[in-house]
């Protein structure tokens, strides 16, 4: 027996285990701004890496749930593993009590079940397996890093994740795995920019002439900026949201657009946010209204280099021994994981559970998927401890 066949045996016994704490989770509702269901659920994690033997801090992050560091000294001479992982959804409150943690056959679906509250639970219970079989001892040290902000891009955590990544030799992401068993080993980069417009408010019955629109002028932006977009070549300018206006009968004073952009690499994300600029800037409006424009791009593209190929021809080995598909990946979607690998940090990411229609609210995991993806994630862990990572 292989040794990735014995740890799919141990986390074959933990999966009743595994499932009822993602039940727990899944249950707390912990969108982005819920600061106290995102602690919630890392109360949950935090108590079990504490029991693992991890140091836990958490330092509050204002507006937002506790950043968690959870760090393992095992005193062996060889890597610096960093595990990434984030306790946040998309979803607002009130979302878990309509639509709680549910098992249908094969499937589990609830908020934020594959993205990635699942995954944390499984990464967890891959720790447990490999620590009491004494796998892991060949490391300098394990960090897990558990992020409140990452489904609004990190803003408030970069910095922290990229010095945690600056302090690893590999680091090891834990978004969802695709369905049919795709692991990202690339990301493109991913904007967030903010246009706002101020115009002149007036009647539109006694006082047309005097108003200037805000909406007119930004609703005159959308063909342009999409126009910028080139999606077979991984380029995309979306507008996500378009708001204005305060009354029928009242000329807009204000308008905004959230534009979302896409880009295959950080030079053609450069390019591309130029030419938002330039279509802000020249496209002809009332000179009453002012626009003005915030944000870029948030999350750098995530290179594939050689130390993430090698991980990845690991994860396909252990996926030939379990008979589970893999397949490399190169995603438009941003993750904590590009900061990691943006500074050269060997990176694999979709290692969680299968999930399908993420962030959809047909979200669901595989739960058949659990064990081998599990296996494949504590198969890398063990590889990395074992010296079979020379990169
Ligand atoms: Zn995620």
Partial sequence: MTKVTRYAGLLERELPAILAMAERSVNLDSGSYLASGVNAVIDIWGGMLRGLGFAVERTPLPGFGDQMTARLALGGSGKRLLVLGHADTVWPAGVAAEWPFARDGDRITGPGVGDMKTNVVMALHALKVLLAEGALGGLASVTVLIVPDEEIGSPGSRAWIEAEAMQADLCLTLEPCRPNGGIVIGRGAVGAVYIAATGVTAHCGSALEKGASAVRALAALVGPLEALGDPPNGLSATVGIFKGGEARQVVPGSAEIHLDLRAPDDAAGETLLAAVRRVVETTPRDPRVTVGLRGGFTRPAFPTHAGTEALFA?????????????????????????????????????????????????????????????????GLMAAAAAGRITR
């Fill in 314 to 378: 690991l994860a396909q080995e252990f996926g030939a021994t379990l008979g589970a598909p893999v397949f490399a990946l190169v995603s438009r979607g941003g993750s904590d994981g590009s900061f990691a690998a943006r500074l050269g940090v060997p990176t694999l990411d979709g290692l969680g559970p299968i999930t399908h229609e993420t962030c959809s609210r047909r979200e669901h995991v595989e739960v058949s998927s659990i064990v081998p993806r599990g296996t494949i994630l504590a």
